[in-house]
């Protein structure tokens, strides 16, 4: 099928896209990467007026680290989080993310923001953003407001970005001392979206305790989800006397929206999600104590 007809704009500034968005309202749409609003149209699952084409915008994309945070604008390809050293020293988890999405043609298209903006619950770089507790910056008419990875996420491929504004970058903390970082997924063929995966950040004290942690949960629910029972059961406990497999039921263990779909019943997602969250334990918690 081909896609349905539409007017093509390609803005050479971030304000001028946001004009443009203004200007046409949710008849209009944002064209970054293309990875899934492509295929949407060629199928005629979706159809918009305009296409706002943002790839060329040079001031939304780039990495920068500043002041404990890495900030990365949302036309950054995959490829391009993938391949920075900068990143894989700042934000390891991150990083170890990347490869998991899709294969390296997607990679080389698709963009931090696009993934983020199509907000897949099954999608690896919500969960990271969750796990991390990453601001989202987002551009408007008015100036640039900032949403905290918890706020962003409203709904199945929604989020608190409006019709007439775009996200513009994204701001990843940097975790410093003891720390440890891994992602598990079980996808049934590589690049495939994962059934069940778990992104996880923690941070051991000199003690041994568990100073923070960050548990984001993808393929589970309408949304990412952040594992918060499991994360204040490891808070402030000695690593050694925690258990992973029950971290890793705890962690979904009060989840209420998982779906059932011809890849497993909502109760096989809970079992292979908290298997996933105990190996990312593991994996983290071994890292931290190098």
Same mark, same amino acid.
């Given at each position: 099928?081909? $896609?349905?007809?539409?007017?093509? +704009?390609? $803005?050479? &500034?971030? =304000?001028? =896209?946001?004009?443009?968005?203004?200007?046409?309202?949710?008849?209009?749409?944002?064209? =970054?990467?293309?990875?899934?609003?492509?295929?949407?149209?060629?199928?005629?699952?979706?159809?918009?007026? &305009?296409?706002?084409?943002?790839?060329?915008? $040079?001031?939304?994309?780039?990495?920068?680290?500043?002041?404990?945070? +890495?900030?990365?604008?949302?036309? %950054? %390809?995959?490829?391009?989080?993938?391949?920075?050293? #900068?990143?894989?020293?700042?934000? $390891?988890?991150?990083?170890?993310?990347?490869?998991?999405?899709?294969?390296?043609?997607?990679?080389?298209?698709? %963009?931090?923001?696009?993934?983020?903006?199509?907000?897949?619950?099954?999608?690896?770089?919500?969960?990271?953003?969750?796990?991390?507790?990453?601001?989202? #910056?987002?551009?408007?008419?008015?100036?640039?407001?900032?949403?905290?990875?918890?706020?962003?996420?409203?709904?199945? *491929?929604?989020? =608190?970005?409006?019709?007439?504004?775009?996200?513009?970058?994204?701001?990843?903390?940097? *975790?410093?001392?003891?720390?440890?970082?891994?992602?598990?997924?079980?996808?049934?063929?590589?690049?495939?979206? @994962?059934?069940?995966?778990?992104?996880?950040?923690?941070?051991?004290?000199?003690?041994?305790?568990?100073?923070?942690? /960050?548990?984001?949960?993808?393929?589970?629910?309408? &949304?990412?989800?952040?594992?918060?029972?499991?994360?204040?059961?490891?808070? /402030?406990?000695?690593?050694?006397?925690?258990?992973?497999?029950?971290?890793?039921?705890?962690?979904?263990?009060?989840?209420?929206?998982?779906? %059932?779909?011809?890849?497993?019943?909502?109760?096989?997602?809970?079992?292979? /999600?908290?298997?996933?969250? @105990?190996?990312? *334990?593991?994996?983290?918690?071994?890292? @931290?104590?190098?």
């Amino acid at each position: 099928m081909k $896609p349905a007809p539409f007017d093509y +704009v390609r $803005p050479s &500034t971030a =304000a001028e =896209a946001v004009g443009l968005l203004a200007e046409h309202g949710d008849d209009a749409k944002l064209l =970054a990467g293309g990875q899934s609003l492509v295929p949407m149209l060629a199928l005629r699952l979706a159809s918009f007026a &305009t296409l706002v084409d943002i790839g060329r915008v $040079p001031e939304l994309g780039g990495i920068a680290v500043e002041s404990g945070e +890495v900030r990365i604008g949302a036309t %950054t %390809t995959q490829a391009t989080i993938e391949r920075s050293a #900068e990143v894989a020293r700042a934000v $390891p988890l991150l990083a170890r993310a990347t490869p998991l999405i899709g294969h390296f043609q997607i990679r080389s298209r698709g %963009t931090l923001g696009g993934s983020l903006a199509h907000a897949d619950p099954a999608a690896e770089y919500p969960a990271v953003a969750l796990a991390l507790d990453a601001d989202f #910056e987002v551009l408007t008419t008015g100036g640039t407001r900032v949403v905290p990875a918890n706020e962003f996420f409203t709904g199945v *491929w929604s989020t =608190a970005v409006a019709d007439d504004e775009l996200l513009a970058a994204v701001r990843f903390p940097i *975790w410093t001392g003891r720390c440890g970082f891994a992602v598990r997924e079980f996808a049934r063929r590589h690049g495939d979206f @994962a059934i069940a995966g778990a992104a996880l950040a923690v941070e051991l004290g000199g003690d041994d305790r568990v100073a923070r942690v /960050g548990i984001g949960l993808f393929g589970l629910g309408s &949304t990412p989800e952040r594992g918060a029972p499991a994360e204040a059961a490891a808070l /402030g406990q000695p690593a050694s006397e925690l258990d992973a497999d029950e971290l890793g039921r705890l962690a979904v263990g009060e989840l209420d929206s998982i779906p %059932t779909d011809l890849h497993g019943s909502a109760e096989y997602r809970r079992r292979v /999600g908290a298997a996933m969250v @105990a190996a990312a *334990w593991r994996d983290a918690i071994e890292e @931290a104590r190098r």
